[in-house]
């Protein structure tokens, strides 16, 4: 024990080891299923790959599907701050073209910030089980959350439907153009995704909303 009733391993208190254990299986999450799809990604393989036994493995994670799914999320959120921190420094009368082409360049660089990042942030995890499914859902729906609230602040209002499909769209274009040979660069993909969603995010918006201060 330390004077201050810590006790270290290391030099690594009880809860800073635990965090390493844990971002140790959440890289190794990370990178053998953006290599090899949901499917081929087992507990084994991660345990193997992070260094670390089974039973550190459970001491974090009650299944695979959890480790998973704290894997996803972590990209998810990381790529949900970058893209609202992009469109908050926006100021002045904004175009939507500039919006919708900041969010994506923001969003392209955070999942891919983070090595695998973006292979396991794009890939179909959702088959691996209901748990993936539902944080799969939550988190589109989380997307179509703040894509509605930004349009709403400049008088557009698409139906629900739309958003849901726009946000399922960014996900599958690049998720091709990503896996096709060879690779297409993320400023590529940027410049088509902000011409397809174009009539969506402008549809219903005024002018006026647009050029009001962000």
């Known amino acids: 024990m330390t004077a201050a009733g810590v006790r270290r391993y290391g030099g690594q208190t009880v809860a800073q080891r635990k965090a390493r254990r844990r971002r140790q299986f959440l890289d190794a999450a990370t990178r053998i299923c953006a290599e090899r799809g949901s499917f081929g990604c087992s507990l084994s393989d991660i345990c193997e790959s992070a260094a670390l036994s089974k039973r550190q493995f459970y001491e974090e994670f009650h299944t695979l599907d959890e480790v998973l799914v704290a894997a996803y999320a972590r990209i998810q959120d990381r790529a949900a701050v970058a893209v609202a921190r992009a469109l908050a420094d926006l ?95 993320p400023s590529s993909l940027v410049e088509l995704l902000t011409n397809m969603a174009m009539p969506v995010i402008t549809r219903g918006a005024s002018a006026d909303h647009w050029a009001a201060d962000s």
Do not use: K, M
């Not at 942030?121 to 748990?131: K, M, R």
């Open 91 to 185: 100021t002045g009368p904004v175009e939507p073209v500039v919006a919708v082409r900041a969010a994506l360049i923001a969003y392209f660089a955070a999942i891919e910030s983070e090595p695998y990042g973006a292979g396991f942030a794009l890939l179909e995890v959702s088959g691996v089980g209901e748990l993936a499914q539902q944080q799969c859902r939550a988190h589109a729906h989380r997307w179509a959350r703040h894509i509605q609230g930004f349009l709403a602040a400049r008088g557009a209002r698409p139906a629900d439907e739309t958003i849901r499909l726009l946000t399922a769209t960014v996900n599958a274009v690049a998720r091709e153009g990503l896996s096709c040979a060879p690779e297409l660069p």
